[in-house]
């Protein structure tokens, strides 16, 4: 989505986005975000926008959060340089390890900090939605440790799809509520979850799972993901011996990826997002929301979404099931737009490939998601030998295992060598 903004517009929002001064009061990143959402709703939205504004920067607030980070989530995770992979590729290349987070990805920090932010609001139970899984293993982890009785809505076909997962969110104290409607995918979880909380926004809080949705929640999550960016800045400085000159982190809603860029808008950076490039460049084949999309409304934000000539919403398709969904962060559209971060696809081949590399070469199995993000920076590399760059690994990949079974591993013998 290029050539949107006229050129003194581009520069303006892009002066108020290094600034820090984004989204304005009606949560609008330029001309993305904001809310729109069905009248019932907004006395929820709004009670939420008070309390984001009372707690979020309360000095005792983040006390807490930043306790629960270090204590249950284990931050700071490690920054790990990858030495066989910088001579492979031919530049230094450096490791943010969300893997290593409690519940293997970076969603547990979005997570832990809005279950203790529905403390603060007094809510009396928690709902989440959740596609592959993950984010609902986080909100059922992070409200048992903050013992609150948590629902996670989840679409039938991912409940038979993701099962493991379901029975992870069971064990951890959570209700797993079938979402029948619509595509019984995330969409309609997110719908559902959404209809849920009309039911008692005072008792019930509703904890969104990426950088998504309408306002206050793109910001919120942002804010709590930003963590990453801060931790990796400081760590780039102390262990690298300075900054890097490329990011890298793969998009599904954009949270990890806000994450690790928010706190790194201002420096002399190239910052690029890599989404889902599927099977191909048709619709429905891929993922890749800000590579092929166009402006529209989605679960209450105007972003940039997947969408056929009269505004129907498009099917998505992508080998990791974090990546698969048709609308992205409203932030993103609008650094996309300034052209402060450069937003490009991996397909699913690709991805396979560069998780195959990293496990052989670097000891990780990452989750492949991720695995997006590694084959663009790989690609990089490949023009940009000798120079630093920092990629965003948001989570690992055992639970990536039915999914990579299909694609049989090499079968070594090392004893003759
Ligand atoms: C969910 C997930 C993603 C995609 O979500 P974002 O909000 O775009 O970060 C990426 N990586 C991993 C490991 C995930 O679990």
Redesign the pocket.
């Known amino acids: 989505m290029k050539g949107l903004l006229p050129a003194a517009e581009r520069e303006r929002l892009l002066a108020a986005t290094l600034a820090g001064s984004l989204p304005d009061g009606r949560g609008r990143f330029g001309p993305f975000g904001g809310r729109y959402v069905p009248e019932t709703l907004v006395p929820a939205f709004e009670r939420l926008e008070e309390g984001v504004r009372q707690h979020l920067h309360d000095a005792s607030f983040q006390d807490e959060f930043r306790r629960e980070l270090r204590d249950w989530v284990g931050r700071p995770t490690a920054l790990t340089h990858a030495p066989r992979l910088s001579e492979r590729w031919g530049a230094d290349v450096w490791l943010k390890r969300?893997?290593l987070a409690h519940t293997?990805?970076?969603?547990i920090n979005n997570a832990i900090g809005q279950a203790l932010l529905a403390k603060r609001l007094g809510a009396k139970r928690v709902i989440a939605e959740t596609?592959?899984g993950?984010?609902g293993v986080a909100s059922a982890a992070a409200c048992a440790r903050v013992g609150l009785p948590c629902s996670v809505y989840m679409g039938a076909v991912d409940i038979v799809r993701q099962a493991p997962n379901v029975d992870r969110m069971r064990r951890l104290g959570a209700e797993v509520v079938s979402v029948e409607s619509g595509d019984k995918t995330l969409r309609a979880a997110i719908d559902e979850a959404l209809r849920a909380w009309v039911t008692d926004p005072d008792g019930i809080y509703y904890i969104l799972?990426?950088?998504?949705g309408a306002h206050p929640y793109p910001y919120l999550?942002r804010e709590l993901?930003s963590v990453i960016g801060r931790e990796a800045r400081q760590q780039m400085l102390d262990q690298a011996g300075g900054l890097p000159d490329a990011a890298f982190?793969?998009?599904?809603?954009?949270?990890?990826?806000?994450?690790l860029f928010h706190p790194l808008l201002a420096d002399d950076i190239e910052l690029v997002g890599v989404e889902a490039g599927g099977t191909g460049p048709g619709l429905g084949q891929n993922a890749a929301t800000l590579a092929t999309g166009t402006p529209g409304v989605l679960q209450g934000s105007y972003t940039v979404i997947l969408q056929d000539d009269d505004g129907q919403v498009q099917e998505t398709h992508s080998i990791?099931?974090?990546?698969d969904?048709s609308g992205?962060?409203p932030e993103h559209a609008l650094l996309q737009a300034i052209g402060r971060v450069r937003y490009i696809s991996a397909t699913d081949d690709d991805a396979l490939a560069a998780l195959e590399e990293l496990c052989e070469y670097e000891g990780i199995l990452?989750?492949?998601?991720?695995s997006h993000a590694f084959a663009a920076a790989r690609e990089w590399a490949r023009e940009n030998s000798g120079k630093r760059l920092l990629i965003g690994n948001?989570?690992?990949g055992d639970?990536d295992m039915p999914t990579l079974t299909k694609f049989p591993a090499k079968v070594r013998s090392h004893a003759a060598a």
């Open positions: 969300e893997d293997g990805a970076h969603k596609g592959a993950q984010h799972g990426s950088a998504v999550v993901q982190a793969c998009v599904g809603g954009g949270s990890n990826a806000i994450g990791s099931a974090g990546l969904y992205v962060g990452t989750a492949l998601e991720t948001s989570g690992r639970k």
